[in-house]
């Protein structure tokens, strides 16, 4: 079983929706959480950064972290079509511990 | 902008040829990384590197080869390109002990070995 699972999609919605996106893990120690966004033909970029449980808003794009179910999830809200990208969610137990990244969820806002 | 840079951008090539894939970054991170991507794929470490002459294999085996001979400088090359090769190549970086913070990737160099 992988460290971090996350739903690959692809999912599609339409524009102005608001989009779910979510990872469980199996690392009770991880502590620090991120979403990246990755367009097509580019590396990914850091989009939010978590740390322990709680959430974090950033504009139109909200970070929830429940680790007593190891459970993360990004929120994007009014979405609009340059959302449109694969997300991926990263976690580390220590500071200088290796990330581990989930497999990606591409999301298609359609207008 | 981006600080960290990747080229080739894009590289068609033959089989048995060797090829390096270059990687710099302007930041003064200590840590780098090289992944694998295929498409619709997840990314997978194939080396790393903690500093200047240090380097490790990741959790993918590779049969490519790595060297940090300058802080800013990671290159990864191919004595022997095969068509098994062909993948998106991406590079990050991160500073000591930051890897919580996140890390900074490159471009990717998209490699098709023919």
């Known amino acids: 079983q992988k460290e971090v699972e996350q739903d690959p999609g692809p999912l599609s919605v339409p524009e102005g929706a608001i989009v779910s996106l979510n990872c469980t893990y199996s690392?009770?120690?991880?502590?620090?959480f991120m979403w990246y966004r990755q367009y097509s033909r580019k590396g990914p970029e850091l989009l939010m950064y978590?740390?322990?449980?709680g959430n974090k808003e950033d504009g139109r794009f909200t970070a929830q972290v429940d680790k007593s179910s190891k459970y993360i999830s990004l929120f994007i809200r009014d979405s609009q079509p340059s959302d449109s990208a694969t997300y991926l969610c990263?976690?580390?137990?220590?500071?200088?511990?290796?990330?581990?990244f989930g497999t990606g969820t591409r999301l298609t806002i359609i207008p | 902008e981006a600080d960290i840079y990747q080229t080739p951008r894009y590289l068609v090539i033959g089989t048995g040829k060797k090829i390096t894939l270059e990687c710099s970054q302007t930041?003064?991170?200590?840590?780098m990384y090289w992944y694998q991507q295929d498409p619709g794929m997840e990314l997978h470490l194939i080396h790393y590197?903690?500093?200047?002459?240090?380097?490790e294999k990741g959790d993918l085996s590779s049969e490519s080869t790595v060297s940090r001979i300058r802080t800013e400088h990671f290159p990864l090359t191919l004595e022997s390109a095969r068509p098994s090769h062909t993948s998106q190549y991406l590079c990050?970086?991160?500073?000591?002990?930051?890897?919580?913070?996140?890390?900074?990737f490159g471009s990717g160099t998209r490699l098709t070995v023919v």
């Open positions: 990263a976690m580390s137990a220590y500071g200088n511990e290796k990330l581990t």
């Open positions: 690392n009770s120690a991880f502590q620090y």
């Open positions: 978590t740390y322990s449980s």
């Open positions: 930041m003064g991170h200590d840590k």
């Open positions: 590197s903690y500093g200047v002459n240090s380097t």
């Open positions: 990050a970086s991160c500073p000591r002990d930051r890897d919580s913070n996140g890390y900074t």
